[in-house]
């Protein structure tokens, strides 16, 4: 029998509702509460606000493994801003998140 990891189980319902992005930041995570991805302006319906009360999910680089609720969204840079501390600068590195409806750890 095949195994699945848990991290993929939950990838995979979240795109069966309709509410997961996997997505690469466009501009490196500084000291800030913000992320920042041109990527999502094609998934907001040209809305701000549009991610509001969803979750980030940091995959990689300095703030690996951080999940913040998003508190606003603008369409125009396609800017996060998360609830929380400030993240820790990631550089020049390009970190992946992912964005869902639901908690990731829920």
């Known amino acids: 029998m095949d195994s699945l990891a848990l991290s993929t189980i939950d990838q995979k319902m979240q795109e069966?509702?309709?509410?997961f992005l996997e997505f690469t930041v466009t501009t490196a995570i500084a000291a800030s509460a913000l992320v920042v991805s041109t990527t999502l302006r094609q998934f907001d319906q040209g809305s701000d606000d549009y991610f509001i009360g969803w979750w980030l999910y940091i995959k990689d680089y300095a703030n690996a493994g951080v999940e913040r609720q998003i508190s606003d969204y603008a369409t125009a840079t396609g800017t996060l801003t998360v609830f929380g501390a400030n993240l820790t600068t990631d550089t020049a590195n390009l970190a992946t998140c992912q964005?869902?409806?639901?908690?990731?750890?829920?």
């Open 99 to 106: 964005i869902s409806r639901t908690r990731r750890t829920d």
């Open 16 to 19: 069966a509702m309709g509410d």
